[in-house]
C-alpha cells in the first residue's frame, strides 16, 4: 500500500490488519507513531475509490466518515474507540490515528470486506463465551455514557463499528451518523431509504439490518433506537442467520419486521440472555428496555464475567480483599477459556507480583494459568499465542 506523505512521514506502517466503519470503507492498518514509538491504527480511506461518483456525492461520503473523528475528538470513555491525533487529510486520503486494535467486529464475525490478504489470525479466530459478554457489556456501558453523559444517539450500532483492541477490549466507533438529542431527548431525522436491493459500496444512510422501526418510518427516535440496534447486535452473534437481511431495502425491512416473531429462533441463544433479546428487540420503543436494565440483566450476572471485572479494576482494592478473591480465584481457572486467560486474567495477576503481601495468593493462580497455557499450546502445536 503507497500510502500519502502526510501519513508516512509521522507513521512506521505496518500491515493491513482489519476493515470497518460503512460497508468496511475503512482500511485500518498497524503503525508505530515515530516520535513516540506508540502503537496505534490507521483508518485510511481512499478518495480514489469514489472518482467515478458525482462530486456532491464524493463530499457526502468524506463528509459522512469525517465525523467519525469529530465525535471520537470529543467522547472520552473507556470503551469508545480513543482517538490519538487529529485527522489528516489530502487530496487523495482521509486518515484517523486511534489506539492500536485487532479487528473489527465484523472481520471477526467473517465479513472481510476491503481486507486483503487477510490476515491468519483472523481466519482462525473464534470468539469466545466469556470475550462476548465482555464485549457486549462494554459497548453497553459506551452507549449508557453517550445517552446519559453525551446525550448522543450513536444510530450505528453494527459488527462494523464495533472494535476490538489487541487487549480483547471492545469499543465502540462509528459515529458516522450520531446526532445529539433534543431537548425532549429525541430527533427527527427522515432517511431516504430505497425500495429496492442495493448493493452499495458507498452507503449514504445507516445499516438497515441494524436500524430500529421508529428511525425507519417515523423520523423521530429517541436513545433507546440503539438498543433495538444492541439487540440485533448480540442476537446476530450467536445466530448463524442473522435476525434482518434486507439489503438495505425498507420494503423487505417492513417485511421482516412485520414477521420479526417468527424470524427470532431462541434456541442458538444462551438462555440467560433470551429475556434481554425480548426485552431489546420490541417494536414499540416505550416497552423496549435501556441500557441499564440490559447491563442489570441475568446474561451479565455470570460469575466468571464478574471476576473479569474485578480483576480489572484490581488495583483499586484494598490488600485484605484482594487476598480473599484470589484464594477463591484458584478454583475458577480451569473455567476459563484461552483467550480470556491470556488477556483478562493473567496480566492483571502479574501486575500483583509487584505487591509482596499478595505473592503467596498471586503464585498459586500464575501456575494454575501456565499449566492450562501450556496444554493449549501442546494441543493446538503453538510456537507464540495467536491473538
Not at 490507521?42 to 467515478?52: G, T
Request: net charge positive; proline share 6%.
Amino acid at each position: 500500500k503507497k500510502m500519502g506523505n502526510a501519513t508516512t512521514k509521522d507513521h512506521n506502517l505496518g500491515k493491513q490488519s482489519s476493515s470497518g466503519g460503512p460497508a468496511q470503507l475503512w482500511k485500518i492498518y498497524d503503525a508505530v507513531r515515530k516520535n513516540t514509538n506508540e502503537n496505534v491504527s490507521l483508518f485510511v480511506f481512499d478518495k480514489k475509490s469514489i472518482e467515478k461518483l458525482p462530486k456532491p456525492v464524493q463530499k457526502s461520503i468524506v463528509d459522512c466518515l469525517k465525523k467519525e473523528a469529530t465525535h471520537l475528538a470529543r467522547l472520552k470513555h473507556p470503551n469508545v474507540l480513543r482517538l490519538m491525533n487529529p485527522p489528516i487529510e489530502t487530496n487523495n486520503e482521509l486518515v484517523i490515528e486511534t489506539e492500536r486494535i485487532f479487528a473489527s467486529l465484523a472481520n471477526v464475525q467473517k465479513n472481510y470486506n476491503n481486507l486483503s490478504p487477510i490476515p491468519d489470525d483472523l481466519l482462525n479466530y473464534k470468539m469466545e463465551e466469556l470475550e462476548i459478554r465482555a464485549g457486549l457489556h462494554s459497548i453497553t456501558t459506551a452507549l449508557t455514557f453517550l445517552h446519559s453523559n453525551a446525550k448522543l444517539i450513536h444510530l450505528n450500532i453494527s459488527p462494523s463499528t464495533v472494535f476490538i483492541t489487541k487487549e480483547g477490549t471492545w469499543k465502540l466507533g462509528g459515529f458516522h451518523f450520531s446526532a445529539f438529542a433534543q431537548y425532549s431527548g429525541e430527533i427527527s431525522e427522515k432517511f431516504q431509504f430505497n425500495e429496492f436491493d442495493v448493493i452499495s459500496p458507498f452507503p449514504l444512510i445507516p445499516n438497515l439490518d441494524y436500524l430500529a422501526p421508529e428511525a425507519v418510518f417515523l423520523g423521530r427516535f429517541g436513545f433507546l433506537a440503539d438498543l433495538f440496534s444492541m439487540g440485533i447486535l448480540a442476537y446476530n452473534i450467536y445466530h448463524p442467520n442473522p435476525i434482518l437481511n434486507t439489503k438495505n431495502n425498507v420494503l423487505a425491512y417492513k417485511f421482516q419486521l412485520e414477521n420479526l416473531g417468527s424470524r427470532i429462533q431462541l434456541h442458538e441463544i444462551p438462555h440467560a440472555l433470551q429475556g434481554a433479546i425480548a426485552g431489546l428487540l420490541c417494536a414499540d420503543p416505550a416497552a423496549r428496555w435501556d441500557s441499564r436494565k440490559f447491563l442489570e440483566s441475568e446474561y451479565f450476572s455470570d460469575i466468571l464475567l464478574r471476576s473479569i471485572f474485578y480483576l480489572s479494576s484490581m488495583m483499586e482494592k484494598e490488600n485484605s480483599q484482594k487476598a480473599h478473591f484470589l484464594q477463591g480465584l484458584v478454583a475458577a481457572i480451569p473455567q476459563f477459556e484461552f483467550r480470556t486467560l491470556r488477556q483478562k486474567v493473567l496480566p492483571p495477576i502479574l501486575m500483583e507480583l509487584r505487591n509482596p503481601v499478595q505473592v503467596v495468593y498471586v503464585l498459586p493462580n500464575i501456575f494454575a494459568i501456565a499449566t492450562i497455557l501450556t496444554r493449549y499450546a501442546a494441543i493446538f502445536n503453538l510456537k507464540r499465542p495467536s491473538t
